[in-house]
């Protein structure tokens, strides 16, 4: 085993920034379920974020022909693929309204690197970035970095896990730079209305504040939700505004990474540049194969979003069942996520969780249900359950917790 050392003549084997790092708890969740799973255990995993779909045929046969090409075996320009940033630019328009150009876009190795370059292009070091939290657990490590300070705004569910401006103006200091925003929101589910993320927009441009606005989950909405975009609600704010997108989740495309983001030239400019360092492009085949689902069609999505919507429902009446959680109605995204704070105390077959973190362990020591706990996003207290899975795992495994609850 290496050890650390903190002497000033050796040299630390790991750099104090990247040995900061955690890692990623919903990987790791996942990487345990489907560890166990490969041992024959029965695991049921709530972990992933990802669609359990195949990507759709055409998209596939897309990337089949292009792979054949060898025009397609070379790199393509690091920022993209031109004819990707068209369907970008055109996709954009016809989703959200927003209207950009193709030198307002950059192809990156999926949302995340997306995540990760925007941070790095905005963040000097102190700078503060307003997250609203329960947040994705990725961006408060993409926000350290950088150099730059999150600073955590909890909404509870007593208020839709939804925050407010008073409390994003509270949150304010003269080093505020960015203001994450995330809608549909991984991990709650929550939307947030038109007229809330129009004032949330107004208050930043009043004051300044960049907004970096991931809208990854933008087609999968329910019941009378509605997506809205940033930047199309307040124009004003294209200047200081950075989009975040891809074809993960809209097109069940999670493992051919491809996302981008999109802001005014400058921004998109300078991470271009270090990206071209970074990664250059991303995979040449990949970029053909988003080409081809950001030009056709919809209806993918509108069928997973289908079964998406029923399995929430179900889900959610299944988790209110149980004593002791409490879920609100996600609208957005395939995440339910409720409040365990009521079983945290309790005896569970001889042991006690006081934490979210540990509950998860006991679920899935107990009962093989693999959840994630809140603690990977933001405070204890919280379980994330993903319902991008079958109609019949999802109701043999929450089935298995209500039933290890109900002892
Ligand atoms: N943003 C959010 C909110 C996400 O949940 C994810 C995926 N978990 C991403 C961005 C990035 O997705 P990808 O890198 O697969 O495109």
Redo the contacts with the bound molecule.
């Keep these: 085993m290496s050890t650390q050392t903190t002497s000033p003549t050796t040299p630390r084997r790991v750099s104090t920034r990247i040995g900061s790092i955690a890692e990623s708890a ?1 990987l790791a969740v996942d990487a345990k379920a489907k560890a166990l799973k490969a041992q024959g255990r029965p695991v049921i995993g709530f972990g992933a ?2 669609p359990d779909f195949p990507t759709p045929e055409a998209i596939v046969e897309a990337a089949v022909e292009a792979a054949r090409q060898p025009a397609n075996h070379r790199y393509t320009p690091a920022g993209g693929l031109p004819d990707l940033k068209q369907a970008i630019v055109a996709k954009t328009l016809r989703d959200s309204g927003y209207q950009v150009g193709a030198d307002q876009v950059l192809v ?8 990760y370059q925007t941070f790095a292009t905005l963040l000097d070091p102190g700078d503060e970035v307003l997250l609203p939290a329960p947040y ?1 657990t ?2 408060p490590e993409c926000v350290r970095l950088a150099g730059g300070v999150p600073v955590e705004v909890f909404a509870g569910p007593d208020q839709g896990y939804l925050v407010t401006v008073d409390q994003l103006e509270a949150a304010r200091t003269e080093r505020t730079k960015v203001l994450l925003f ?1 809608s549909p ?3 709650t589910g929550a939307v947030y209305p038109p007229e809330q993320v129009r004032a949330v927009g107004e208050w930043a441009l009043e004051h300044g504040i960049w907004v970096v606005t ?1 809208e ?2 933008e087609h999968l909405v329910y019941d009378d939700a509605r997506f809205v975009s940033m930047p199309v609600e307040v124009p004003e704010l294209a200047d200081t505004c950075v989009v ?1 997108n ?4 809209t097109y069940a ?2 493992g051919w ?3 981008w983001m999109i802001g005014p030239k400058d921004v998109v400019k300078a991470a271009t540049n270090l990206q071209s360092h970074a990664t250059s492009n991303v995979a040449n085949v990949s970029q053909r194969a988003a080409v081809t689902a950001l030009t056709g069609d919809l209806s993918a999505v509108h069928a997973m979003r289908e079964a998406f919507d029923r399995r929430r429902r179900t889900m959610v009446s299944m988790l209110n069942e149980i004593d002791g959680v409490e879920c609100p109605t996600p609208t957005g ?1 395939f995440y339910a996520y409720p409040s365990v704070e009521g079983v945290l105390g309790r005896s569970i077959r001889g042991r006690v969780p006081t934490t979210s973190a540990e509950l998860a362990g006991i679920i899935l020591d107990e009962v093989e249900v693999a959840v994630v706990p809140g603690e990977a996003f933001g405070p204890s207290g919280f379980l994330r359950l993903s319902y991008a899975l079958g109609d019949d795992d999802l109701v043999e495994g929450v089935g298995r917790i209500q039933r290890l609850l109900a002892e």
């Excluded at 190795?109 to 995540?115: L, M, T, W, Y």
């Excluded at 891809?246 to 989740?249: E, L």
């Design positions: 919903t974020g990802e990156t190795n999926g949302g995340k690197q997306a995540v994705w990725t961006y995330c929101s991984n991990p991931d990854i989950y975040l891809g074809v993960a989740k495309m999670t990474r491809v996302g995204a």
